[in-house]
């Protein structure tokens, strides 16, 4: 049995990294319940789990983090972790229980051909011209796992007793890795193998050992050519975010400053990092960037679990630490690795890669546990079988998920709001801090004409997340359906300073500048929105935020100017505007309804006669465009068409 165990726990390892890593829902769940289901099956057949040294820092962390779900900000996301959290913990007992000697060989072995058979899919996309990701989530998770593989493979050349056979092969799969690592342009994965490499020198040379790294390391930046360099460091600047760690760390910091004690609770760090995102944008949108990860996974800790969580955690690493100086320096430089990577990124976020560190932090302690740990089997059973079927009816029923509630509600939104309501109150029932939500719920509630509600819910998603400018905009378009024009144009202007180019906010504010007499004001705002509109028509790779600032209806927008320049009697300027409404919509009925109105008043009957037609054509069902048939007809006294169009007038109002 305990052989089966050893063979399934290696199994695990050996396919994670070929299932994306095992960072979607499915397979994590199925890992999970493998995990439990092994650990079940081992209660019956005489199975001693290990005492270690990391035995009461485990069990401090887990009451921490549990802890720290009293105040959670969404309870489904905290008890999907708390859940991954118990499945590594019983994983690691499961195979500190099994692992000997020759577990080691394999999972050195099955470490160096994952890295192997990763670096080979990287090349190849390389030469595909696909993005270097192998079989994971993205190319830095691809390049820490890698680094990993690379950081054992140097552990065995300079700690590890090595033929000359062996040394060759060892050489030139660290070579392939880090050419690997390198094309992946990860500056976190870069980061990993300069971590291993520094551990390996640091345990096999102590001081010298860094020394050499440094000398080794000012050779390479003076030998490559400063291009070569700033490609392998992707330091280019292209990709906004990256460069921009100390500004998510120190967002990091202020979350960690609101919610000191019990965070935001485990899985919550979007939640409120949109309070405190910063501008990472473009010349379009300034806060088109968000992230669920602090990219520093100390940060992550404290921020989503408390600082008495980082503590426990870091207690569990100098413990490990600790321990492998002593008796593993081999795992431990390949863990010095992992661990380096998470201070740049979230990279204990992928569970292929915490259960390869799993297996490291086993093989550091196995030889020297102290004893076995005495539990009474009963309850241990019961235990795991409540866990085993609460994952399951967790998975498959959702009972805390927001989610279903929200995908429910977006088939009804358009049709039938009074029930898209309903859902989106449940869902924030269960995530209530979510302002994207509370947003959506405002706008339902103001569909639903419940004023009161609708602000209430907006100005708490703004609260919530004050850099959001669409909540901001929908509060201005609100005040402008209610006339309150100075509270709409401030709204307006406080979306604006968020986002600049968020069109239906220039154009409210444009609206509510009208209707304060503001005529200079209100066409130069037109005009901000048709400017901004012609420069990014032809892009073609916006994000969804980005598509959303920019959604609007520009026929409208100059229909709505040629309507101000008719009231303003500048004639010629309507009809441009007017125009120009025609060239982006060849199908606005309400332009040709407003251009056959101005040649009206300019008595040009049968230019009027024309666009009037038009516009009937399009809307025939439509009483004002009747309306101005008739008048027209009557200036041309042609009394035959005013008395069919009577006719339709009297069947439509019927």
Not at 66 to 76: G, K, M
Not at 306 to 328: D, Q, R
Not at 419 to 437: I, V
Not at 587 to 615: E, H, M, P, R
Request: charged share 15%; hydrophobic share 45%.
């Amino acid at each position: 049995m305990i052989k089966t165990i050893r063979y399934s726990l290696f199994a695990v390892f050996l396919i994670a990294p070929f299932i994306n890593g095992l960072k979607d829902p499915t397979p994590i769940f199925v890992f999970e319940t493998v995990v439990f289901i092994i650990f079940l099956i081992s209660t019956f057949k005489n199975f001693n789990l290990r005492k270690t040294g990391v035995d009461t820092p485990i069990l401090l962390f887990v009451i921490f983090v549990v802890f720290s779900t009293i105040n959670t900000l969404y309870l489904d996301s905290s008890i999907n972790i708390i859940l991954l959290l118990i499945s590594y913990i019983a994983f690691f007992y499961c195979v500190i229980a099994v692992y000997d000697n020759n577990l080691k060989k394999k999972f050195y072995v099955g470490l160096i051909c994952i890295s192997a058979v990763l670096s080979m899919i990287i090349l190849f996309q390389i030469y595909s011209a696909i993005i270097p990701k192998a079989t994971m989530p993205n190319p830095n998770m691809a390049a820490g796992y890698i680094a990993a593989g690379a950081s054992l493979l140097f552990a065995l050349l300079i700690l590890g007793k090595n033929n000359t056979k062996a040394l060759l092969i060892y050489s030139l799969l660290f070579l392939l890795f880090c050419v690997a690592v390198v094309l992946t342009h990860s500056r976190g994965g870069l980061f990993a193998l300069l971590c291993g490499i520094v551990a390996v020198l640091y345990i096999k040379f102590k001081t010298r050992g860094l020394v050499y790294f440094i000398a080794g390391l000012l050779a390479v930046f003076i030998l490559l050519p400063r291009n070569s360099i700033i490609n392998i460091a992707k330091i280019d600047g292209n990709d906004i975010y990256t460069i921009k760690r100390p500004a998510i760390w120190k967002s990091a910091f202020k979350i960690i400053e609101e919610k000191p004690i019990l965070g935001t609770g485990p899985g919550n760090f979007e939640l409120l990092f949109g309070k405190y995102n910063f501008p990472a944008g473009n010349s379009i949108a300034r806060y088109y960037k968000t992230t669920g990860f602090a990219h520093n996974e100390f940060l992550q800790i404290a921020s989503e679990g408390g600082l008495f969580s980082l503590f426990a955690f870091l207690f569990v690493l100098f413990i490990i630490f600790k321990e492998g100086l002593k008796t593993s320096p081999i795992p431990t430089a390949v863990l010095a690795s992992v661990i380096g990577q998470s201070f740049v990124d979230f990279n204990l976020h992928l569970p292929s890669l915490v259960i390869a560190a799993i297996f490291l932090s086993s093989d550091i302690f196995y030889k020297s546990y102290t004893g076995t740990i005495n539990l009474n089997v009963k309850y241990v059973r019961l235990l795991l079988l409540s866990i085993l079927v609460f994952n399951i009816f967790n998975f498959v029923v959702k009972p805390f998920n927001a989610e279903k509630y929200i995908s429910t509600g977006n088939t009804f939104i358009k049709t039938e709001p009074f029930k898209a309501l309903n859902f989106y109150k449940k869902a924030d029932k269960y995530s209530p801090n979510d302002f994207e939500y509370k947003r959506i719920t405002g706008e339902l509630y103001f569909l639903t004409r419940d004023t009161k509600d609708a602000i209430e819910n907006i100005k708490e998603s703004i609260e919530l997340n004050p850099k959001n400018p669409f909540a901001v905009g929908t509060l201005a378009n609100i005040y402008y359906a209610l006339k309150e024009n100075n509270k709409a144009a401030y709204y307006a202007l406080k979306a604006l300073d968020i986002e600049p180019n968020y069109l239906v906010a220039r154009y409210l504010l444009a609206e509510t500048s009208e209707n304060q007499n503001k005529v200079s004001v209100t066409l130069q705002e037109y005009d901000n929105i048709v400017s901004v509109h012609n420069k990014v028509k032809d892009e073609v790779s916006l994000s969804n935020y980005e598509k959303t600032l920019l959604d609007i209806d520009v026929s409208s927008v100059y229909n709505s100017a040629g309507l101000l320049q008719l009231k303003n009697v500048k004639f010629s300027d309507a009809i441009r505007d007017f125009e120009l409404s025609l060239e982006v919509n060849p199908k606005n009925a309400q332009t040709y309804s407003n251009l056959a109105s101005v040649y009206f008043i300019q008595k040009n009957y049968q230019n009027a006669l024309k666009y009037a037609k038009l516009a009937e054509s399009l809307e025939p069902n439509e009483p004002n465009h009747i309306k101005n048939l008739i008048l027209i007809y009557q200036k041309l006294g042609n009394n035959r068409e005013i008395k069919k169009l009577n006719e339709s007038l009297g069947r439509l109002e019927k």
